[in-house]
């Protein structure tokens, strides 16, 4: 018998993808009792053309564990509509007030205020009503919502949020003729700012990396050391995500991206760029990677579409 190739990263992220979005298309439909301006924003948003990383990432990690795909895809299509809704409150004019997502416009921009601001509430919610109800056996449905609800709350991505809209760069004395006292400060100040800016986004991004592996993990039946590498590895990664998004920001095609760049710097906003330039910012997510895919030896061959996806990360330019 024939052995059929091993299918190239881009092609089997294309169909994780469209498997993704057919399971997606399914979980938001709705019955009459959702009044149609309701449902029509919940799908603009929740189906609209984003990467679908964080439901890859489920994939691939119940199978790094030796689960199957298709009994981690409710979880997939669950932790999607948190990042969906994550995306329409962010771009609401007491966030962010974005106008362009996706290479669309933003929800609220696409229909009005409330209707955006209601359509990230049902996307959150049916995030967990997915989980409760798709997921057998129940003890695991209801592990796979504790981990869902803690990266996407309060101590999780919407902490960090918080945490975005306090920040402030503490800034470093000026530097006319550099004492050695004052580049000591200099030196404190940017490490401070560095901590600051990596704790905020381990917490608003990175959370739903972390949580989004678990997931697969917890459904695969995983082992508290696959749950254990998967945790360490979601960090690196969720990092890295970070840096290269603020370095698109910096320096990214507004029509590949699908968002408007130069926000960050135009609101004076604490970037990975900004704090450490654009060459070392690079260097730092190569190496997150790097070490990311290390960890990965411990599954063994079932850990190479999670190493592919890892480097996709880092070498994306949207
Ligand atoms: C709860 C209001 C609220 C916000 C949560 C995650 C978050 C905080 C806001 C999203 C804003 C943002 C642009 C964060 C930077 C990183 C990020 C999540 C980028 C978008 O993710 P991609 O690139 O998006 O995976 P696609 O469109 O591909 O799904």
Do not use: W
Request: a negative charge; hydrophobic letters at 40%; glycine letters at 10%.
């Amino acid at each position: 018998m024939a052995v059929s190739p091993p299918m190239a990263f881009t092609e089997q992220a294309k169909m994780l993808h469209d498997q993704i979005d057919e399971a997606l298309q399914a979980e938001l439909s709705f019955s009459r009792a959702c009044p149609s301006p309701l449902s029509d924003a919940i799908r603009y948003a929740g189906l609209g053309p984003g990467k679908r990383l964080r439901p890859i990432l489920v994939l691939l990690a119940a199978e790094a564990c030796g689960g199957i795909r298709e009994d981690a895809m409710p979880a997939a299509v669950a932790v999607e509509c948190i990042h969906a809704y994550s995306l329409v409150h962010d771009d609401l004019p007491a966030m962010d007030d974005d106008d362009l997502r996706r290479g669309r416009l933003t929800c609220h921009r696409k229909f009005d205020e409330p209707t955006a601001i209601l359509a990230g509430d049902a996307l959150l919610t049916r995030a967990f009503e997915i989980l409760a109800t798709r997921i057998q056996p129940a003890e695991i449905a209801i592990q796979c919502i504790t981990l869902l609800a803690r990266a996407a709350g309060a101590e999780g991505m919407v902490g960090g949020q918080m945490q975005d809209l306090m920040s402030t760069a503490i800034s470093p004395p000026k530097m006319g003729s550099r004492s050695g006292t004052q580049a000591v400060a200099v030196d404190m100040a940017v490490a401070e700012n560095e901590r600051n800016l990596e704790a905020m986004h381990r917490s608003k991004t990175g959370a739903l990396f972390v949580a989004s592996l678990q997931l697969g993990g917890t459904i695969a039946g995983a082992t508290e050391s696959d749950q254990g590498v998967l945790r360490t590895f979601g960090e690196k990664i969720g990092l890295a995500f970070q840096i290269v998004d603020d370095l698109l920001d910096v320096a990214g095609n507004e029509q590949q991206i699908g968002k408007r760049v130069g926000k960050d710097d135009a609101l004076g906003k604490l970037t990975f760029p900004g704090l450490l330039g654009t060459e070392q910012s690079k260097q730092r997510a190569k190496e997150m990677i790097f070490d990311a895919c290390g960890l990965l030896e411990h599954f063994g061959q079932r850990g190479t579409p999670l190493r592919e996806l890892a480097n996709y990360i880092v070498e994306r330019d949207s």
